[in-house]
Nanobody, 122 residues
Framework: QVQLVESGGGLVQAGGSLRLSCAAS????????MGWFRQAPGKEREFVAA????????NYADSVKGRFTISRDNGKNTVYLQMNSLKPEDTAVYYC???????????????WGQGTQVTVSS
């Protein structure tokens, strides 16, 4: 079992930045790829970014490429999502997830956090 807790969400103006964190506990963090997903009201959960076990490979949704950066610190059992140049359409609940592969499909991931709200005002 892995427990995931997200933090760092909040209200920000368009063009601003936020950094989300996801702290993991339980089984060894190093054996899991990590991903970030988001879900806006009335919409399905969508892939945002993912990172491999070592952090050497990353994957991003087209909508966030060049604006968001995923990283991980295995010594701190934490994965981060740096979000720059935020847009109102980035407003959503953001979830981190852990699984065996850093794919873009939610079904790839075995463990999920409770989510953190990000609201971008225009």
């Amino acid at each position: 079992q892995v427990q995931l807790v997200e933090s760092g969400g909040g209200l920000v103006q368009a063009g601003g930045s936020l950094r989300l964190s996801c702290a993991a506990s339980g089984r060894s963090f190093r054996i899991y790829a990590m991903g970030w997903f988001r879900q806006a009201p009335g919409k399905e959960r969508e892939f945002v970014a993912a990172i491999s076990l070592t952090g050497g490979s990353t994957n991003y949704a087209d909508s966030v490429k060049g604006r968001f950066t995923i990283s991980r610190d295995n010594g701190k059992n934490t994965v981060y999502l740096q979000m720059n140049s935020l847009k109102p359409e980035d407003t959503a609940v953001y979830y981190c997830a852990a699984g065996p592969n850093y794919g873009g499909r939610a079904s790839t991931y075995d463990y999920w956090g409770q989510g953190t709200q990000v609201t971008v005002s225009s």
